[in-house]
């Protein structure tokens, strides 16, 4: 394991656009400084809506390509943060989007949401106990906002890290490896009031907007412990520029117009240029009060000092 990069940061997300809409700076940041990020998206998305008409014909309903289309958006996102360690849980198709809560896609056969928790772990141990990763994000326990990928998404990721970390399980997935840190992704309840004040104030290209409610994650100030600056939007490079760049390559998921953003429902919301989490597992990195400006903080294994970042 002597060639892999001293710092390994592993983030597991439900379908593809949600870990640039979550994670997108953080990613950049990373990837930049050398970092091994390594994304791990558990189904293509197969059952989100189409926002530009001219695709309309991949949704699942008519022709159900959209899963093979997302794949190549993800990898033109990825290019935007600077990612090249990108795969699919079990294989590209291997799980299939639930759909939202209650709708009967969601017990379908292959369906992420049905597939038995271990059971999708299990290539997920495999992946964890071969890249090694000091840190792990994903979402809470309720998936952030409820979807049944987004819940069983966090199931998942956070029972293969303890899978992961147990020797007597299943040696033939690689060796044990416990990761030291997890976090769950998380907005600032006062950083949501602001970004909706802004787009009240300012408008945006949208007809209308969201309501605090439908952002995933939001909780109390004094629950978040890290926070990752993504620097200003058009800056010219900024890790939030990239984010803003990978989100807008989820082209059929995702509509940018500057700091705003819009998903298929066509509601304006805030595009956060500051990414947020809860360190649910594992020592903090700063002193009590603070945060973490380094999901790293703290792990004497990953704290040699970053590789230079490099422009792009
Ligand atoms: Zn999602």
């Not at 394991?1 to 379908?15: C, G, I, N, S, Y």
Request: charged share 20%; with cysteine.
């Amino acid at each position: 394991m002597t060639d892999l990069p001293a710092r390994r940061l592993l983030l597991v997300h439900a379908h593809p656009d949600d870990e640039s809409i979550n994670n997108g700076a953080t990613m950049a940041r990373y990837a930049a400084e050398g970092a091994l990020v390594t994304l791990v998206t558990c189904t293509l998305g197969e059952e989100g809506e189409v926002i530009p008409p001219g695709l309309a014909h991949l949704a699942p309903d008519r022709e159900d390509r959209l899963g093979p289309h997302r794949v190549g958006e993800l990898a033109a996102a990825m290019a935007e943060l600077g990612v090249t360690d990108h795969r699919f849980l079990g294989g590209a198709g291997r799980f299939r989007d639930s759909g939202m809560m209650g709708v009967a896609q969601n017990e379908r056969p292959g369906a992420f949401w049905s597939t038995p928790v271990d059971e999708a772990a299990a290539p997920l141990v495999e992946i964890v106990r071969e890249v090694r990763p000091q840190v792990l994000v994903t979402y809470d326990p309720d998936g952030g906002y409820g979807h049944p990928d987004h819940i069983q998404a966090h199931r998942v990721a956070m029972r293969a890290a303890e899978l992961a970390a147990d020797p007597a399980h299943r040696p033939e997935l690689g060796p044990a490896h416990a990761v030291a840190k997890i976090y769950w992704n998380r907005v600032p309840r006062p950083v949501a009031e602001a970004g909706f004040a802004r787009l009240a104030a300012e408008g945006s290209a949208f007809p209308a907007d969201a309501a605090l409610g439908d952002v995933p994650g939001v909780v109390d100030e004094d629950r978040i412990t890290a926070e990752i600056d993504g620097g200003p939007l058009g800056s010219g490079g900024s890790y939030a520029d990239r984010k803003s760049a990978a989100m807008a390559a989820h082209a059929t998921q995702v509509a940018v117009d500057g700091p705003f953003f819009a998903l298929s429902n066509d509601l304006g919301q805030p595009l956060f240029t500051t990414e947020y989490y809860e360190l649910v597992h594992g020592t903090p990195g700063a002193p009590a009060g603070t945060r973490e400006t380094d999901l790293f903080a703290g792990l004497p294994a990953a704290e040699e000092a970053p590789r230079e970042v490099t422009g792009r």
